[in-house]
């Protein structure tokens, strides 16, 4: 079985200070991995993925994240935060069903961005 | 770009009532998915299908069913809505169901059960 434990439900950081988004997960099996933003009132949209190539990935608005096998961990960060990064994230891990792949979600982590 | 649509933003259904939620999508995608989304539980599975006139049970399909007769539109249905259903229900489809493949989510139907 499989699962992930978002440690932060809260983030609070200052406009152009560090966002760290931190994630750890279980699998029976090399998984893959996502991160997902939800803005308010929106859909999910792909921040970035693992899916075992480069264990530093790179993503859309400045994002990566490292994949830290030895950790289980797959933590989210930003150099400088942007007001319209305040949204909710969310860690998945992917695993393969008999048919079709079956995505676990964290609890999602809330970000606040101060002026 | 993919396009999911789900029929509506916002909805106010009695207990007891027959609900359908609908799902279409624009990218020829073989899988779709049915997910709910609450507050500290991020998103859990319910339904989804693989194919046409496929279905099968996600994490919590208790008191939901599905149906899909044509490839780009999957159907959620409650058959007796209750007021443990009231949250915010995701759509979602994926080319071809790999384990490395993103899945494409609609805007979401917000389910208010009275």
């Known amino acids: 079985a499989q699962s992930v434990t978002q440690l932060d439900s809260h983030v609070s950081v200052s406009e152009g200070t560090p966002v760290l988004l931190r994630c750890n997960y279980s699998s029976s099996y090399s998984p893959s991995l996502f991160w997902y933003v939800q803005h308010p009132n929106k859909g999910l949209q792909l921040l970035l993925k693992y899916t075992s190539a480069a264990t530093l990935v790179k993503g859309i608005n400045g994002f990566e994240a490292e994949f830290k096998k030895s950790e289980t961990s797959f933590h989210l960060t930003k150099p400088s935060a942007h007001m319209s990064d305040a949204a909710e994230y969310f860690c998945?891990?992917?695993?393969?069903?008999?048919?079709?792949?079956?995505?676990?979600f964290g609890g999602g982590t809330r970000v606040l961005v101060k002026p | 770009d993919v396009k999911v649509t789900q029929s509506s933003r916002y909805l106010v259904k009695r207990t007891g009532e027959k609900v359908f939620l609908e799902c279409v999508q624009d990218m020829d995608h073989e899988n779709m998915f049915w997910y709910r989304q609450d507050p500290g539980l991020g998103l859990r599975l319910i339904y989804f299908s693989y194919d046409v006139k496929m279905k099968e049970k996600g994490d919590i399909p208790e008191g939901y069913s599905v149906s899909r007769e044509k490839k780009e539109r999957f159907s959620l249905i409650l058959e007796s809505a209750s007021t443990n259903q009231t949250s915010m229900y995701l759509c979602?489809?994926?080319?071809?169901?790999?384990?490395?493949?993103?899945?494409?989510f609609g805007p979401g139907t917000r389910l208010l059960v009275l």
């Open positions: 998945v891990v992917s695993t393969t069903r008999a048919a079709g792949n079956k995505l676990t």
């Open positions: 979602a489809s994926s080319p071809t169901g790999t384990v490395k493949e993103t899945q494409y």
